[in-house]
């Protein structure tokens, strides 16, 4: 190759953004850009849900309040793994990151080593799935990048194969860009995998839509039991999840116009 051809192969590169951290005295957050917060950890609470969309994609445990195994796309700066290794003591992680570099943060965001309950892998969530077996109660898909929501954790393809890798009582949560120009499209593919046994959620806080959707699983207010789900948590633990459970609730009773008849009424809010 001449030196002008190889110059001109560089100028058609794009160069790679990289994520970086910054931090103040009271926390530290994951960027791609100074535009966006990807993850963010407030220091007196490392293990804590501090973002909202996290305490919404934890409403799963609404519907499994003791998955075996739970399957997480994408590390981040570890929020949603952290406060399930905390938290979930009986549960094994297995978290998948594509970016080294995102990975090369975790000491930084005290996401704890691997041990027999957690797992950080370094590869691509998409081929991950496609190839993994169905061992996985619940899957946390979270995958952003610098361009923001990640083509390949949205095809038809990905969400099928997130079916086929889960047991028969589960669930998949995916944190969707409900401002994405395709963000209906996506919603529609997670409706033709799973059946339609789908509950959107929006985050007010944020440009963030949480979908559930569910496998052997029912994701009717009629069966929910608000006490039980939080009652294997510790009061700090119930103090961070009841708001958010109680809305996830709210919602799903106005879904449900049959609710108020007897035999199927709407559970109770208080402890």
Do not use: W
């Amino acid at each position: 190759m001449t030196a002008d051809a190889l110059n001109r192969g560089f100028t058609t590169l794009t160069p790679r953004v990289l994520p970086f951290v910054r931090g103040n005295e009271a926390t530290l957050s994951l960027h791609f850009n100074l535009g966006t917060i990807q993850s963010r950890m407030v220091r007196q609470k490392p293990f804590d849900l501090d973002l909202p969309y996290t305490r919404t994609m934890m409403g799963f445990l609404l519907f499994l309040p003791q998955p075996t195994h739970i399957l997480m796309i994408g590390l981040g700066g570890g929020s949603l793994a952290k406060f399930c290794y905390r938290n979930l003591p009986e549960t094994r992680m297995t978290v998948v990151e594509i970016d080294p570099l995102v990975v090369a943060m975790r000491q930084q965001f005290l996401i704890p080593g691997d041990d027999a309950r957690l797992s950080v892998v370094c590869a691509d969530g998409a081929a991950f799935v496609r190839d993994a077996k169905p061992e996985f109660d619940v899957i946390l898909v979270d995958g952003f990048d610098a361009g923001g929501q990640s083509d390949a954790l949205t095809t038809q393809a990905f969400y099928d194969h997130c079916h086929q890798c889960l047991s028969g009582h589960s669930l998949m949560v995916v944190n969707l860009d409900k401002g994405h120009p395709d963000h209906a499209c996506f919603v529609q593919r997670i409706r033709q995998t799973y059946a339609d046994q789908v509950l959107i959620l929006d985050v007010d806080e944020r440009d963030n839509c949480i979908v559930l959707a569910g496998k052997g699983v029912s994701l009717a207010a009629s069966d929910m039991n608000l006490s039980a789900a939080l009652g294997h948590h510790r009061p700090d633990v119930q103090s961070q999840l009841k708001g958010e459970f109680e809305r996830i609730l709210r919602v799903l009773h106005k879904l449900e116009p049959l609710a108020t008849e007897p035999g199927l009424r709407f559970p109770q809010l208080t402890l």
